[in-house]
């Protein structure tokens, strides 16, 4: 009998669950309102009715195989215990919540949880562009710079939840302000949000340009859009760099809405990398684009409910 699990990738907006087998096919898919009016509680809610609500639906035997849940959410988690220490206001009262000891106890099935951007590497390292590498440093470029570690087959979580946060790496001293507190953070200067900025620092599009507008400008040839979005190449070149010093990663996948745009900056982001490490020879081919999209993170979580629960989980050559 195959082995199942459900993947829940918690949002602002929607959940996005999927039920997925042990070599990551995803067999089916709903998507459901996050219910953020109402609060902790009320999210709460919405993952316990979401799971009775995807359990009916199941044929017999994928409910019979289904061994878990795994939930990627947005936050600082304890991996073990399955409780959200800390996050933004994005999801809120959220903080605190023992989310797997909740939805355990209401579906009777064992629950995992982890951070999204963890959820999101493993999902690629199990399953999507970073197959056959036992080293894999994810990046998650939209709003904001997010990121995920594999190292040796492991998800690299830190000691409290917090590890992998790379955005917020120093980048440049006392440069852009930062939502997190900090100045001169990664995501300040390689993002979505860090176009839009570095447009809007021109002056010649207006207040309001997005970085979307930016891609469509750039696309169209012009040159000082395309000249935002080289820097921002340059900015997160030198950030890849210090993650190769640190990790030596075997692979480095670029998901995210960002991700979408990637022929006009990756190549950018190759030559600088290239020129910045110098001679000591880090293939920059294996800088690819994530394959998983918006999926990454269900199918993570689902992945890592499979492993604690002692599936035989396959990572595909």
């Not at 860090?194 to 970085?211: D, F, K, N, Y």
């Not at 030596?248 to 982001?269: E, K, M, T, W």
């Amino acid at each position: 009998m195959s082995a199942f699990a459900l993947g829940l990738d918690l949002g602002g907006t929607k959940i996005l669950a999927g039920l997925v087998d042990e070599t990551g096919i995803v067999h089916h898919e709903w998507r459901l309102a996050t219910p953020v009016e109402g609060g902790g509680e009320a999210i709460m809610q919405g993952l316990i009715d979401a799971v009775a609500t995807i359990r009916a639906q199941l044929s017999s035997s994928q409910a019979a195989g289904l061994v878990g849940i795994g939930v990627s959410t947005a936050g600082h988690v304890d991996h073990v215990s399955g409780k959200v220490l800390y996050c933004t206001g994005n999801l809120p009262g959220w903080s605190g919540m023992d989310v797997s000891e909740r939805l355990q106890a209401a579906c009777g099935l064992p629950v995992t949880v982890d951070n999204d951007a963890n959820c999101a590497a493993y999902g690629e390292y199990w399953a999507g562009a970073g197959r056959g590498v036992a080293n894999l440093l994810a990046i998650t470029l939209g709003t904001g710079l997010g990121g995920g570690i594999v190292a040796d087959g492991h998800v690299v979580r830190g000691a409290r939840g917090g590890g992998a946060e790379l955005g917020h790496l120093i980048l440049v001293p006392d440069g852009r302000s930062c939502n997190c507190g900090q100045n001169g953070c990664w995501e300040s200067y390689a993002s979505g949000t860090a176009i839009a900025r570095s447009a809007r620092e021109l002056g010649i599009w207006g207040a309001e340009v997005t970085s979307h507008e930016v891609f469509a400008k750039a696309r169209a040839g012009d040159a000082d859009a395309l000249g935002v979005i080289h820097r921002m190449a340059d900015h997160l070149a030198i950030g890849i760099v210090s993650m190769i010093n640190i990790l030596d990663p075997q692979r480095i996948v670029i998901g995210g809405g960002v991700s979408n745009q990637a022929d006009l900056y990756l190549p950018r982001v190759r030559e600088q990398v290239t020129a910045r490490y110098g001679e000591r020879g880090w293939d920059v081919q294996e800088i690819r684009v994530a394959a998983l999209g918006e999926r990454a993170g269900m199918i993570g979580a689902a992945g890592e409910a499979l492993a604690r629960a002692g599936a035989r989980v396959a990572v595909a050559s």
